[in-house]
């Protein structure tokens, strides 16, 4: 996921995006802890996706 591509959302959508992330996370920590996650790398990449969103979410001044 691109920083260029978050932009151009609305607030909203990056919400959205935001909740989906979280839950897709939490599985991925669920699949991990189970010993069932073959992709270690979707962890990472998942929580600096939520780092973007946050950021951007920030700087739109809309952070909670």
């Not at 909740?19 to 979707?42: D, E, G, H, P, V």
Request: glycine residues 2%.
């Amino acid at each position: 996921m691109k920083a260029r591509d978050l932009r151009e959302k609305s607030v909203a959508e990056l919400e959205q995006e935001l909740i989906a992330l979280r839950k897709a996370q939490f599985s991925l920590r669920m699949q991990q802890a189970t010993q069932q996650l073959t992709n270690t790398a979707a962890m990472r990449a998942t929580r600096r996706d939520i780092a973007r969103i946050k950021t951007l979410l920030r700087e739109k001044g809309v952070r909670k």
